[in-house]
């Protein structure tokens, strides 16, 4: 079976000017939300208490409200968390209160109310934890641009790395927008997700740039926007099969791994669906309008050929034959 | 052209071999056990120990399925939870308080497995339920409770050395000295700089005051911090060890942080109460001069008169007590629960080590006929939980603390001062808590997510390339078994996002198979022979594969470095999941194809689909 036999080459580049547009417009939107929304922060950044619980029958969520605003909580947020017997009961940081204090108090509260109610998970997060989170969390998205961008710069050409990472960028603003927008709740394991996807999505970037470089060694007489149409359509089968199988496996976590694995999947699922076209027609675009072209790939591919047969490759095979 | 050469091939397989291996712990399950660990550090593990285990069970006719010594202590293995709970009440009456006794969870595994390392891999507490906290110390307490300490101390240097001050106070964390005379403050000053040579040491004169002032130096304070912490961490062991639970974790995190992770714990309101409560004692005089109906109503209104506190007893009513501290708990070695003979009571049976001793003789000596209150703190709260008269002269260091109200009251308090204080005060600043259910139900979401994934992807991989999908499935699942093998291995903690990691570095690893099928669909089609298609087709999506792969891993590194907890677990799981597919999507994978097509002279036909 095979989906993508493309005899000619698609002219991705001619529609440049129109998939940056699409691309600026979702970007802008996913800003300006971000900008007047925000994130949703979870209980790991604000700091606070969040306490599950789960009923053997429907859980009323109205007489948990009443019982908790008896004991004197009235900011907490009570809702029903995947299915009708799972409640989450959120509450802000109390000043003169410690989060274990509260937590056994709510417990003990809905207790007296109603004994069948079970405590399946309490998380308590100081406001100073939740700070140093959010500085780490920073610290960890710069250190990744950076790394990969370094990376990127040494094993093709600085206008590579910059036109990836600004496809890449373009994907968890994207997926920040999402999050600010539907006001999901944005914790943990979302940040893993968002990270997971910069990682991911610059596959994308790198095996089209990949190609491009072999391209402009072999196709010496075409034009660049000639080498990239080719090189986008010759891994396009490649991308759309990858991302398909990828979106498999996260799809299985969205529909078997629970809500606690529900915003990382959604996460990720975003990501994939805008990693498979931003990697690819943003990423390029921006290459050539930067200006890649013959010369500076080729000099850089001398040297590099230089130093491929060493130990960091695979040996080669023919070795072997 | 295909061919691996036979070292390589022998690589493969071994590779899988120790896939298998490791990953086989994984699959036995878990049987119920108990674990026997020293309650002290003094008490020894031994095969002693292990024979005196054996010995109990053999004689109550309790039958196990295992028993054997570890670094940490005895384990022994039982059939059902009913004979492990019926075990570990049985041991715990007949082994010496020296030994704690836990209810724990061991791989049914067999032990040769056991003897090369391959365990299961260690469930993080989100997959099998438990607490953790994160705990922090406040410095600033320790740091104002050392300066305390020098109050006393400096009161008794200077009055060992016959030098008249008109008072010794504490402000923040410098201890001020006040003198009458120059001369007796330049004499004072040689004896304290003398002593005490890691205070900083400032004289001034303040109107008709000369003060001298001492404070600890920057050295001088790290080394309290530090102090405090471990102390912390120790009295910490301490408590959970009375608390029971089986592979409690008790780490230092960062400067002035612990964590602690108690899996399978239920009843965490009681865990919380333990290891939350800072409760040390104080043994201090009743000052009965001052303790008139009037004063005492003033003092019940926060009037206290000068060099006095006033707390409430049990009952109530207010007591007057000097600021002097005569003993604390530090000086406490063993405390118990006990029945006074006369009247019945519980009480607390208190032994003094032999400074405190000597204290306790001369302070009861000197005071015959006066009251004496016993304190505990707890929280910042102070409580008179008795106040006796003292009768005679109490020697050998042996106190009995009446005024419990019942024997729960009396195991509870002497197990926390047994435990010994808290070297400063702690506030659990991060808590997270996981039912058990949740804890099974997670690891079945977990495994769900990634079969139905696996399943689905095989199912389109094989449609799609034929026989080279088989072969990239084949891969997979051996990426699989390799990424389970490393984690069992490194014994790395398991967490849900962890498994999320595994489900995901599997749908992503499946990529680089792709590239090299795709890649050897494109040389087919330019003409190639299907040998030198598949030769092509792997070495040039190699370069590919390693570029994606290196841009994926500093991701999963930088997430490594930054994470916490959770993050952590997927960032470890990510990164390993990266490596083990590279190598099975490239060598393992073509280690198949050369075995099914590189042996064949002729081969006219691929099938990739």
Request: aromatic share 8%.
């Given at each position: 079976?095979?989906?993508?036999?493309?005899?000619?080459?698609?002219?991705?580049?001619?529609?440049?000017?129109?998939?940056?547009?699409?691309?600026?417009?979702?970007?802008?939107?996913?800003?300006?939300?971000?900008?007047?929304?925000?994130?949703?922060?979870?209980?790991?950044?604000?700091?606070?208490?969040?306490?599950?619980?789960?009923?053997?029958?429907?859980?009323?969520?109205?007489?948990?409200?009443?019982?908790?605003?008896?004991?004197?909580?009235?900011?907490?947020?009570?809702?029903?968390?995947?299915?009708?017997?799972?409640?989450?009961?959120?509450?802000?940081?109390?000043?003169?209160?410690?989060?274990?204090?509260?937590?056994?108090q709510?417990?003990?509260?809905?207790?007296?109310?109603?004994?069948?109610?079970?405590?399946?998970?309490i998380?308590?997060?100081?406001?100073?934890?939740?700070?140093?989170?959010?500085?780490?969390?920073?610290?960890?998205?710069?250190?990744?641009?950076?790394?990969?961008?370094?990376?990127?710069?040494?094993?093709?050409?600085?206008?590579?790395?910059?036109?990836?990472?600004?496809?890449?960028?373009?994907?968890?603003?994207?997926?920040?927008?999402?999050?600010?927008?539907?006001?999901?709740?944005?914790?943990?394991?979302?940040?893993?997700?968002?990270?997971?996807?910069?990682?991911?999505?610059?596959?994308?970037?790198?095996?089209?740039?990949?190609?491009?470089?072999?391209?402009?060694?072999?196709?010496?007489?075409?034009?660049?926007?000639?080498?990239?149409?080719?090189?986008?359509?010759?891994?396009?089968?490649?991308?759309?099969?990858?991302?398909?199988?990828?979106?498999?496996?996260?799809l299985?976590?969205?529909?078997?791994?629970?809500?606690?694995?529900h915003?990382?999947?959604?996460?990720?699922?975003?990501?994939?669906?805008?990693?498979?076209?931003?990697?690819?027609?943003?990423?390029?675009?921006?290459?050539?309008?930067?200006?890649?072209?013959?010369?500076n790939?080729?000099?850089?591919?001398?040297?590099?050929?230089?130093?491929?047969?060493?130990?960091?490759?695979?040996?080669?095979?023919?070795?072997?034959? | 052209?295909?061919?691996?050469?036979?070292?390589?091939?022998?690589?493969?397989?071994?590779?899988?071999?120790?896939?298998?291996?490791?990953?086989?712990?994984?699959?036995?399950?878990?049987?119920?056990?108990?674990?026997?660990?020293?309650?002290?550090?003094?008490?020894?593990?031994?095969?002693?120990?292990l024979?005196?285990?054996?010995?109990?069970?053999?004689?109550?006719?309790?039958?196990?399925?295992?028993?054997?010594?570890?670094?940490?202590?005895?384990?022994?293995?039982?059939?059902?939870?009913?004979?492990?709970?019926?075990?570990?009440?049985?041991?715990q009456?007949?082994l010496?308080?020296?030994?704690?006794?836990?209810?724990?969870?061991?791989s049914?595994?067999?032990?040769?497995?056991?003897?090369?390392?391959?365990?299961?891999?260690?469930?993080?507490?989100?997959?099998?339920?438990?607490?953790?906290?994160?705990?922090?110390?406040?410095?600033k307490?320790?740091?104002?409770?050392?300066?305390?300490?020098?109050?006393?101390?400096?009161?008794?240097?200077?009055?060992?050395?016959?030098?008249?001050?008109?008072?010794?106070?504490?402000?923040?964390?410098?201890?001020?000295?006040?003198?009458?005379?120059?001369?007796?403050?330049?004499?004072?000053k040689?004896?304290?700089?003398?002593?005490?040579?890691?205070?900083?040491?400032?004289?001034?004169?303040?109107?008709?005051?000369?003060?001298?002032?001492?404070?600890?130096?920057?050295?001088?304070?790290?080394?309290?911090?530090?102090?405090?912490?471990?102390?912390?961490?120790?009295?910490?062991?301490?408590?959970?060890?009375?608390?029971g639970?089986?592979?409690?974790?008790?780490?230092?995190?960062?400067?002035?942080?612990?964590?602690?992770?108690?899996?399978?714990?239920?009843?965490?309101?009681?865990?919380?109460?333990?290891?939350?409560?800072?409760?040390?004692?104080?043994?201090?005089?009743?000052?009965?001069?001052?303790?008139?109906?009037?004063?005492?109503?003033?003092?019940?209104?926060?009037?206290?008169?000068?060099?006095?506190?006033?707390?409430?007893?049990?009952?109530?009513s207010?007591?007057?007590?000097?600021?002097?501290?005569?003993?604390?708990?530090?000086?406490?070695?063993?405390?118990?629960?006990?029945?006074?003979?006369?009247?019945?009571?519980?009480?607390?049976?208190?032994?003094?080590?032999?400074?405190?001793?000597?204290?306790?003789?001369?302070?009861?000596r000197?005071?015959?006929?006066?009251?004496?209150?016993?304190?505990?703190?707890?929280?910042?709260?102070?409580?008179?939980?008795?106040?006796?008269?003292?009768?005679?002269?109490?020697?050998?260091?042996?106190?009995q603390?009446?005024?419990?109200?019942?024997?729960?009251?009396?195991?509870?308090?002497?197990?926390?001062?047994?435990?010994?204080?808290?070297?400063?005060?702690?506030?659990?600043?991060?808590?997270?808590?996981?039912?058990?259910?949740?804890?099974?139900e997670?690891?079945?979401?977990?495994?769900?997510?990634?079969?139905?994934?696996?399943?689905?992807?095989?199912?389109?991989?094989?449609?799609?390339?034929?026989?080279f999908?088989?072969?990239?499935?084949?891969?997979?699942?051996?990426?699989?078994?390799l990424?389970?093998?490393?984690?069992?291995?490194?014994?790395?903690?398991?967490?849900?996002?962890?498994?999320?990691?595994?489900?995901?570095?599997?749908?992503?690893?499946?990529?680089?198979?792709?590239?090299?099928?795709?890649?050897?669909?494109?040389?087919?089609?330019?003409?190639?022979?299907?040998q030198?298609?598949?030769?092509?087709?792997?070495?040039?999506?190699?370069?590919?594969?390693?570029?994606?792969?290196?841009?994926?891993?500093?991701?999963?590194?930088?997430?490594?470095l930054?994470?916490?907890?959770?993050?952590?677990?997927?960032?470890?799981?990510?990164?390993?999941?990266?490596?083990?597919?590279?190598?099975?999507?490239?060598?393992?994978?073509?280690?198949?194809?050369?075995?099914?097509?590189?042996?064949?002279?002729?081969?006219?036909?691929?099938?990739?689909?």
């Open positions: 079976m095979e989906f993508f036999r493309v005899k000619k080459d698609i002219p991705f580049m001619s529609y440049g000017r129109l998939t940056t547009a699409i691309s600026m417009i979702t970007f802008v939107l996913a800003i300006f939300f971000l900008a007047t929304k925000g994130l949703n922060f979870g209980v790991d950044f604000t700091g606070g208490t969040m306490i599950e619980v789960n009923y053997p029958h429907a859980a009323d969520l109205n007489k948990i409200r009443t019982t908790i605003d008896g004991i004197g909580l009235k900011d907490a947020t009570v809702q029903n968390f995947g299915t009708s017997r799972d409640v989450l009961i959120r509450l802000p940081v109390r000043a003169g209160l410690t989060g274990s204090q509260l937590s056994d709510v417990i003990g509260s809905l207790k007296a109310v109603d004994s069948t109610v079970q405590m399946s998970r998380e308590f997060v100081g406001p100073q934890v939740g700070d140093e989170l959010y500085e780490k969390g920073s610290l960890a998205l710069l250190l990744v641009i950076a790394g990969i961008m370094i990376y990127l710069a040494m094993r093709f050409e600085w206008r590579f790395a910059v036109a990836a990472i600004i496809a890449n960028m373009h994907d968890v603003i994207i997926i920040l927008g999402f999050f600010a927008f539907f006001q999901w709740e944005f914790n943990l394991t979302v940040l893993a997700a968002v990270l997971a996807v910069l990682g991911y999505s610059v596959n994308e970037s790198v095996v089209v740039f990949d190609r491009v470089r072999e391209n402009f060694r072999k196709m010496r007489k075409a034009s660049v926007t000639q080498v990239i149409d080719n090189a986008i359509t010759r891994t396009m089968s490649r991308t759309i099969i990858t991302h398909f199988s990828t979106q498999l496996m996260v299985s976590m969205l529909l078997f791994g629970g809500e606690v694995l915003n990382f999947a959604l996460a990720l699922t975003i990501g994939i669906l805008f990693g498979i076209y931003s990697s690819v027609l943003v990423a390029c675009p921006i290459a050539m309008w930067l200006g890649i072209s013959r010369a790939l080729m000099s850089d591919v001398e040297k590099k050929e230089g130093e491929k047969k060493e130990p960091t490759a695979e040996p080669d095979p023919s070795e072997f034959a | 052209m295909n061919r691996y050469p036979l070292w390589k091939n022998i690589f493969v397989v071994f590779m899988i071999l120790m896939g298998l291996i490791y990953t086989i712990p994984n699959m036995f399950g878990e049987s119920p056990a108990i674990q026997v660990t020293p309650a002290k550090s003094t008490s020894k593990v031994d095969p002693a120990l024979a005196q285990v054996e010995q109990i069970l053999k004689q109550e006719k309790i039958a196990y399925d295992g028993i054997y010594l570890d670094a940490r202590g005895v384990k022994a293995r039982f059939a059902n939870t009913d004979t492990q709970i019926k075990a570990k009440d049985l041991l009456a007949n010496s308080s020296d030994y704690t006794v836990a209810l724990n969870l061991l049914r595994s067999p032990e040769w497995l056991r003897s090369i390392g391959a365990r299961p891999m260690y469930l993080g507490l989100d997959l099998r339920g438990g607490v953790h906290f994160l705990l922090q110390v406040d410095m307490a320790a740091l104002d409770k050392a300066a305390e300490r020098f109050v006393g101390d400096f009161r008794t240097a200077l009055r060992k050395e016959r030098i008249s001050y008109a008072g010794v106070t504490r402000e923040g964390q410098t201890v001020q000295i006040r003198f009458t005379s120059a001369s007796e403050l330049t004499k004072a040689k004896i304290i700089s003398n002593q005490y040579p890691d205070l900083t040491l400032k004289d001034s004169i303040n109107g008709e005051d000369m003060l001298l002032s001492a404070s600890l130096n920057a050295i001088e304070q790290k080394r309290i911090q530090e102090f405090a912490l471990k102390q912390n961490i120790q009295t910490l062991h301490n408590r959970i060890n009375e608390l639970v089986a592979e409690p974790i008790i780490q230092q995190q960062g400067a002035d942080r612990v964590v602690v992770q108690l899996p399978g714990v239920q009843d965490t309101a009681k865990a919380k109460e333990i290891l939350g409560r800072t409760a040390t004692l104080e043994i201090r005089l009743v000052d009965e001069e001052k303790s008139d109906a009037m004063t005492l109503e003033k003092a019940a209104q926060g009037q206290a008169p000068i060099g006095t506190d006033a707390f409430k007893d049990r009952e109530g207010v007591i007057l007590v000097k600021k002097n501290v005569v003993l604390t708990g530090d000086y406490i070695t063993d405390a118990g629960p006990g029945v006074n003979n006369q009247t019945g009571q519980s009480v607390v049976n208190v032994t003094l080590d032999a400074r405190g001793a000597r204290v306790f003789q001369q302070v009861t000197e005071n015959v006929g006066k009251r004496m209150a016993i304190l505990l703190i707890e929280k910042g709260n102070t409580e008179v939980v008795t106040a006796p008269v003292i009768n005679e002269e109490i020697g050998g260091g042996r106190v603390i009446s005024g419990m109200a019942n024997t729960q009251e009396a195991t509870d308090i002497s197990l926390l001062l047994r435990a010994g204080a808290l070297a400063a005060p702690m506030d659990i600043i991060e808590e997270r808590t996981v039912g058990p259910s949740m804890g099974e997670n690891i079945k979401r977990g495994m769900h997510s990634t079969l139905w994934g696996f399943a689905a992807i095989a199912v389109f991989m094989i449609i799609y390339y034929v026989a999908g088989g072969f990239s499935v084949l891969a997979l699942g051996i990426n699989l078994l990424l389970v093998a490393v984690l069992s291995m490194l014994q790395a903690t398991l967490t849900l996002p962890g498994l999320a990691a595994v489900a995901l570095t599997l749908g992503m690893a499946i990529d680089a198979n792709v590239l090299i099928n795709e890649r050897i669909r494109e040389e087919l089609r330019s003409g190639n022979t299907p030198a298609s598949i030769h092509i087709g792997y070495d040039r999506a190699w370069d590919t594969i390693l570029d994606s792969n290196v841009t994926t891993m500093i991701a999963g590194i930088a997430l490594f930054f994470g916490s907890g959770p993050v952590k677990g997927f960032a470890v799981v990510h990164v390993l999941g990266i490596l083990t597919s590279m190598f099975s999507a490239v060598v393992v994978s073509r280690a198949i194809v050369n075995w099914v097509y590189g042996s064949r002279r002729k081969t006219t036909h691929l099938s990739i689909g």
